[in-house]
T-cell receptor, first 107, second 115 residues
Framework: AQRVTQPEKLLSVFKGAPVELKCNYS??????LFWYVQYSRQRLQLLLR??SRESIKGFTADLNKGETSFHLKKPFAQEEDSAMYYC?????????FGGGTRLMVKP | GAVVSQHPSWVICKSGTSVKIECRSL??????MFWYRQFPKQSLMLMAT?????????EQGVEKDKFLINHASLTLSTLTVTSAHPEDSSFYIC???????????FGEGSWLTVV
């Protein structure tokens, strides 16, 4: 069975500091990994996916199959990055979410 | 980008009544739709997966007779909470995947409060 773990429920950093939101997964096949973001009072939206290897809003994430991780990183956090971030694993017809990490960027 | 719309955005109903939530893909055909439930400050819990024209597949622990899902067309799926109780109060979110695609698009969610 697939599983996604986000070990930190809350991550608080100061503006301009680097950010790393951790995500580990377990899945026997080849996974497709996503990061979704939910800003306050807004719908869940896709931030990035590992196969596109894009940088969205300054965020990047690299799939590390050896460590089964897909950590989300940003070198300099902004206040508008404050939100809930969910790591998700897509396999077959299912999208499994991690527990989410609330990122708070303080001024 | 693709848009998924849910209706109503919020609804209050009395205990014992049934309430229907609609999920529509506005500019694409959704062969697969998903229904999630999200409790405050918690992650999304997948309730069921529905494919157009066939019965929904429910996750373990989700009562199929209580949460009726219908995916009658390629642009509409409905979730009916039957005989609602206060513990059914939650934020229900649907998502949809276009045929042949891997990207899943989310609706804005529907708040259900059962009083």
């Amino acid at each position: 069975a697939q599983r996604v773990t986000q070990p930190e429920k809350l991550l608080s950093v100061f503006k301009g500091a680097p950010v790393e939101l951790k995500c580990n997964y377990s899945y026997s096949g080849s996974p497709e990994l996503f990061w979704y973001v939910q800003y306050s009072r807004q719908r869940l939206q896709l931030l990035l996916r590992h196969i596109s290897r894009e940088s969205i809003k300054g965020f990047t994430a690299d799939l590390n199959k050896g460590e089964t991780s897909f950590h989300l990183k940003k070198p300099f956090a902004q206040e508008e990055d404050s939100a809930m971030y969910y790591c998700a694993l897509g396999a077959g017809n299912m999208l499994t979410f991690g527990g989410g990490t609330r990122l708070m960027v303080k001024p | 980008g693709a848009v998924v719309s849910q209706h109503p955005s919020w609804v209050i109903c009395k205990s014992g009544t049934s309430v229907k939530i609609e999920c529509r893909s506005l500019d694409f055909q959704a062969t697969t739709m998903f229904w999630y439930r999200q409790f405050p400050k918690q992650s999304l819990m997948l309730m069921a997966t529905s494919n157009e024209g066939s019965k929904a597949t429910y996750e373990q622990g989700v009562e199929k007779d209580k949460f009726l899902i219908n995916h009658a067309s390629l642009t509409l799926s409905t979730l009916t909470v039957t005989s609602a109780h206060p513990e059914d109060s939650s934020f229900y979110i649907c998502s949809a995947r276009a045929g042949g695609g891997n990207t899943i698009y989310f609706g804005e969610g529907s708040w259900l409060t059962v009083v």
